[in-house]
Nanobody
Framework: QVQLVESGGGLVQPGGSLTLSCAAS????????MGWYRQAPGKQRELVGT???????NYADSVKGRITISRDNVKNTGYLQMNNLKPEDTGVYYC???????????????WGQGTQVTVSS
């Protein structure tokens, strides 16, 4: 089995910073793309950004310049660093990873449990 566990959410004031972590564990052979989605109240889930196993990143226009996605391939952990947070960044943040398990040929997508980020004064 594979599990993604998120941490680091919370309440932050506008203009503040927050870093989320997403740790993958289990019978992992390799992790391809990792990334983050978020879902604001009453809105659809939207892609925040992704990072490939080689470190190439892609960000949504709404967060470009304010976030950095990184990963530690030894620890099988991804990170979402958010700066200059705005109230519209409020939502539940979900990490995902495309993981190939030991003994399996085809990778599958796995999701974290979600962590709440609230930006408010």
């Amino acid at each position: 089995q594979v599990q993604l566990v998120e941490s680091g959410g919370g309440l932050v004031q506008p203009g503040g910073s927050l870093t989320l972590s997403c740790a993958a564990s289990g019978d992992i052979f390799s992790i391809n793309v990792m990334g983050w989605y978020r879902q604001a109240p009453g809105k659809q889930r939207e892609l925040v950004g992704t990072i490939t196993s080689g470190g190439d990143t892609n960000y949504a226009d709404s967060v470009k310049g304010r976030i950095t996605i990184s990963r530690d391939n030894v620890k099988n952990t991804g990170y979402l660093q958010m700066n200059n947070l705005k109230p519209e960044d409020t939502g539940v943040y979900y990490c995902f990873a495309e993981i190939r398990r030991l003994g399996f040929f085809r990778p599958d997508n796995y999701w974290g449990q979600g962590t709440q980020v609230t930006v408010s004064s």
